[in-house]
T-cell receptor, first 113, second 113 residues
Framework: GENVEQHPSTLSVQEGDSAVIKCTYSDSASNYFPWYKQELGKGPQLIIDIRSNVGEKKDQRIAVTLNKTAKHFSLHITETQPEDSAVYFCAAVRGPSARQLTFGSGTQLTVLP | ETGVTQTPRHLVMGMTNKKSLKCEQHLGHNAMYWYKQSAKKPLELMFVYSLEERVENNSVPSRFSPECPNSSHLFLHLHTLQPEDSALYLC????????????FGAGSRLTVL
């Protein structure tokens, strides 16, 4: 099955700096890569996603890049703000079944004021 | 109420108790999911229902019993649990059962003594 590795597990940045979270996947059939943000006491929330036919996608201060050859994708957050502090999960989808959605183990991002 | 609502938010039970977790979605989605979230681990898919029919059972022990009486409500019945079952149980919904564009509830924090 699919294996999704996420790094780092914890990340601290100064407010205003950029943050980058990286994920690698093992199954070349994976074709959809969502990112979820989980704030304290809340469930994960979909913040951005990318499909395998696209190399980069941007939404205001967040962007995701995908390198299919190397089988890795990254989340980039620019001009970080305290409200960006949360746990971020990457995921990879390799087929039409929910069983084929694999999550990474999460990154705790802390934005220091 | 909007989104996905889970009750109770916190539950403490003994190993011989029987309890239930409830999930309700107000999004008009056709699929509902139970995930288990343990510290530092990826989200684990437990069950998926599509239009009240169970479409995935991800090798979950029989001490967890799901019920989906209609497309808006999902239950997880718990009996004779083990301490290692202590975790955050997340309910999610989506338009179809492919595991894409999931909307999560805030979760039910379960502690088994």
């Amino acid at each position: 099955g699919e294996n999704v590795e996420q790094h780092p597990s914890t990340l601290s940045v100064q407010e205003g700096d950029s943050a980058v979270i990286k994920c690698t996947y093992s199954d070349s059939a994976s074709n959809y890569f969502p990112w979820y943000k989980q704030e304290l006491g809340k469930g994960p929330q979909l913040i951005i996603d990318i499909r395998s036919n696209v190399g980069e996608k941007k939404d205001q201060r967040i962007a995701v890049t995908l390198n299919k050859t190397a089988k890795h994708f990254s989340l980039h957050i620019t001009e970080t703000q305290p409200e960006d502090s949360a746990v971020y999960f990457c995921a990879a989808v390799r087929g039409p079944s929910a069983r084929q959605l694999t999550f990474g183990s999460g990154t705790q991002l802390t934005v220091l004021p | 109420e909007t989104g996905v609502t889970q009750t109770p938010r916190h539950l403490v039970m003994g190993m011989t108790n029987k309890k239930s977790l409830k999930c309700e979605q107000h999004l008009g989605h056709n699929a509902m999911y139970w995930y288990k979230q343990s510290a530092k681990k990826p989200l684990e898919l437990m069950f998926v229902y599509s239009l009240e029919e169970r479409v995935e059972n991800n090798s979950v022990p029989s001490r967890f019993s799901p019920e989906c009486p209609n497309s808006s409500h999902l239950f997880l019945h718990l009996h004779t649990l083990q301490p290692e079952d202590s975790a955050l149980y997340l309910c999610a919904s989506s338009q179809d059962s492919q595991g894409r564009d999931l909307t999560f509830g805030a979760g039910s924090r379960l502690t088994v003594l």
